[in-house]
C-alpha cells in the first residue's frame, strides 16, 4: 500500500512535465523495491545502482575507475583552444569550454570506450579496415575518428553544431584534404542544412569500404535511410546508437539482418535518463555494431 501511494504520488508528479530529477526518482520507486520484477534479469544493474542510490547510464563497476582519472589539459596560445593528447595526437575543444569542461569531456569519452562500456564502437570482428572511409556521424569532438585518422583512406565528420568547427579544424589541419568536416545535419534528404551519407560520398568520387558510426540524438534511423545505397553496393561496417529511443535496438537489428549483415550488440545496458519516452524496464542496449563482410 505505502509503494502504490508513492507511485500515485509520482505519477501525479510527473504529469505536468517530464524532468529528469523526476523521471529519476520513478525508476528507483521502481528499481529498488523488494518487489521489482525486473530484479532477476538486471540484477547487477540494480545492485549497482541501488547501493549507491543513484540511476546511472551505466550502471556497471567499471566506471569508478574514470571518476578520478587524472586527465591533462592543455593551452595552444596561437589557437587560443584547450586540447588534451589522445593517442598522442591533439584533440581540440571549442573555445567556450573551461578547462574543468574539457577535463570532464574528455574523461566522459575514455568511459564510453571502456572495453567493458555498452557504448564501446569496436569489437573483435567490427573494427574499422585500413585504407577504408570513415564516417563519424555525430562527431563533436571526433575522438574515435583521430584514432583512426592514419590508417583511412578519407575521413567525413558530419557536425552540424558550429560551435565544434575551429576545434575539429585545428585537430584535423595535420591530415589536410584527407579530412571532410561537413557542418550539416545528416538524414535522408540534401538541401542547405541536411545531407546524406549517400550524398556526400558520391559528391566526393570516394570509392571502397565504408565504416559508419552514428551517434545523433535520436536521428539514427533517418541517417540510415540517407545511405541506403552505400549499404546495399558496398562493403560497410559500423556501429549505431540504439539507446535513444525505446524501439531501436529491435528495429534496427531487423533492419540490417534483412540486408544481410552479421549483427552483434555491445556489452550491458544503458539508462538514457534524458529520454523522456523512457518505459519500465528502462534498460536500453547500447548499439548494435553491424558488418557485411
Known amino acids: 500500500m505505502i509503494y502504490q501511494n508513492l507511485r500515485r504520488r509520482i505519477d501525479y508528479l510527473l504529469a505536468p512535465d517530464a524532468s529528469r530529477k523526476k523521471r529519476e526518482l520513478r525508476m528507483k ?14 540484477a547487477e544493474e540494480i545492485a549497482y545502482m541501488k547501493a549507491r542510490d543513484s540511476i546511472t547510464m551505466f550502471p556497471y563497476a567499471f566506471r569508478e575507475r574514470y571518476r578520478e582519472l587524472a586527465i591533462e589539459v592543455r593551452w595552444d596560445e596561437e589557437k587560443e583552444l584547450f586540447y588534451v593528447l589522445h593517442d598522442g595526437r591533439r ?31 569496436f569489437s573483435e570482428g567490427f573494427e574499422f579496415k585500413n585504407n577504408g572511409i570513415f564516417c563519424d556521424v555525430g562527431c563533436a569532438e571526433a575522438n574515435l575518428a583521430l584514432e583512426v585518422a592514419d590508417r583511412a ?29 561537413i557542418n550539416q545535419y545528416a ?7 541536411v545531407t546524406t551519407i549517400d550524398h556526400e ?11 559508419i558510426k552514428i551517434d545523433a540524438e535520436g536521428s539514427e534511423e533517418k541517417i540510415l535511410d540517407g545511405a541506403k545505397d552505400t549499404l546495399k553496393e558496398r562493403k560497410v561496417n559500423g556501429a549505431v546508437c540504439t539507446y535513444h529511443r525505446q524501439e531501436d535496438a529491435q528495429k534496427f537489428e531487423k533492419r540490417f539482418t534483412d540486408m544481410g549483415f552479421q549483427t552483434e550488440f555491445s556489452r550491458g545496458w544503458c539508462i538514457y535518463i534524458q529520454s523522456k519516452e523512457l518505459e519500465p524496464p528502462y534498460f536500453r542496449k547500447g548499439l548494435i555494431r553491424v558488418s557485411n563482410f
Not at 569550454?97 to 567493458?116: F, W
Open 201 to 211: 560520398l558520391k559528391r566526393r568520387g570516394l570509392e571502397g569500404e565504408v565504416y
Open 91 to 121: 584533440l581540440y575543444y571549442p573555445s567556450d569550454m573551461s578547462e574543468d569542461t574539457v577535463r570532464n569531456m574528455y574523461r566522459a569519452i575514455r568511459l564510453e570506450q571502456d572495453m567493458e562500456s555498452p557504448h564501446r564502437y
Open 153 to 181: 583512406k578519407a575521413v567525413l565528420l558530419f557536425e552540424a553544431s558550429k560551435r565544434w568547427l575551429p576545434a575539429l579544424e585545428a585537430t584535423f589541419a595535420p591530415y589536410g584534404d584527407k579530412v571532410h568536416i
Open 29 to 42: 520507486i521502481d528499481l529498488f523495491r523488494p518487489g521489482c520484477k525486473y530484479r532477476d534479469e538486471y
Open 187 to 193: 538524414g535522408n534528404e540534401v538541401n542547405d542544412e
